[in-house]
């Protein structure tokens, strides 16, 4: 990225949906069980969506800021002073600091980061004892995306699922252990979210992080299961609204256009699948049409197991959302 780098052309808002099968997607910091609130609504922190794009985009050989080092556990200091050591960077503070971070650092174009240092030591390149303490300018960085809370968008079931382990607890033990997690009997999980492009000039975002966003969030939660709890994840819908530059306008909360009717009789909570119902996006589709001249594009990408009640409009474009990105 260079000092004329051209950021985000106009202000972008998208709806995202995944699902989950026997699975946990976001469990709570006590027991680990699905995170539900009073009225028995599961939902879905944002972190976990961002760690979810972010593990996609490390995959794909771009550098994070939110990481560990070399599979060790470290603060944001011990994350920074890593990558400016091996940057030949040591020296670099105030704006300029800000500045490499955000050239390097995809997560922090997108996210935003509080850039709270501590005080460091650590060794250069010749052996030496070295103390770094920076002051960045700024040190708190908007990130240029923002996300609402994921909410499963029906009455969905919790179970606990039980297993047993091929080893025994002791050496006398001839059988196994159980184990147990906790997780939904099926869950249709929305997001929605926006990135401003006023923030997105101090954040150095570009339209190519944008679209890079948009791949990351659909082959994240894909990804993800590689893990016992999260292997029933599928991205099932993803919609870019793309305004007009200048437009200082978005929807906020696309999820909540978003109806879910049953296709047989079954209650919401006995439903395992995508066959079990059907994506009633009229309300969605009306606001848009209100707000046409406002828009630029429409783009989406939708799983072939979801059905719809009505056909999407056909000035919708499809997202070539299946093409990777190549990385650095």
Do not use: C
């Not at 400016?84 to 800000?98: F, I, M, R, S, T």
């Not at 059988?175 to 101090?202: C, D, K, M, P, V």
């Not at 009633?280 to 009306?286: F, I, Q």
């Amino acid at each position: 990225m260079s000092d004329q780098i051209k950021t985000l052309s106009g202000r972008r808002e998208f709806l995202f949906l995944y699902d989950i099968k026997m699975g946990n997607p976001n469990g709570d910091p006590d027991e680990n069980r699905p995170r539900v609130l009073p009225d028995g609504t599961y939902y879905v922190t944002d972190v976990r969506l961002k760690r979810f794009s972010r593990d996609f985009l490390k995959s794909r050989k771009y550098e994070i800021l939110v990481d560990n080092i070399e599979g060790r556990t470290t603060n944001l200091t011990g994350r920074v002073v890593h990558y400016l050591a091996n940057n030949g960077k040591e020296k670099v503070d105030g704006q300029e600091l800000v500045k490499v971070l955000l050239d390097a650092f995809i997560d922090a174009r997108l996210f935003g980061s509080s850039l709270a240092f501590k005080e460091e030591k650590f060794k250069d390149d010749k052996g030496k004892d070295q103390t770094w303490k920076a002051k960045p300018v700024p040190k708190t960085l908007t990130g240029a995306v923002q996300l609402n809370m994921g909410e499963v968008l029906h009455r969905a079931e919790s179970v606990d699922i039980h297993g047993t382990s091929v080893f025994g607890s002791d050496e006398s033990k001839s059988q196994g252990t159980f184990t147990s997690y906790y997780g939904l009997r099926y869950a249709l999980i929305g997001f929605s979210g926006f990135a401003n492009e006023h923030s997105a000039e101090l954040s150095r975002l570009s339209d190519e992080d944008y679209e890079l966003l948009l791949k990351s969030l659909w082959h994240g939660v894909r990804s993800a299961g590689n893990t016992r709890t999260k292997v029933g994840q599928i991205p099932r819908l993803i919609l870019s609204i793309d305004y007009q530059p200048g437009e200082e306008f978005q929807f906020g909360r696309l999820h909540d256009y978003v109806k879910l009717l049953a296709t047989a009789e079954k209650e919401e909570k006995e439903w395992s699948s995508p066959d079990d119902y059907q994506l009633d996006l009229g309300k969605l589709v009306t606001r848009i049409n209100e707000q046409k001249g406002r828009i630029s594009t429409v783009r989406y990408a939708i799983s072939k197991d979801i059905g719809l009640t009505d056909p999407l409009p056909e000035y919708w474009e499809e997202l070539a959302i299946e093409d990777l990105p190549k990385g650095r």
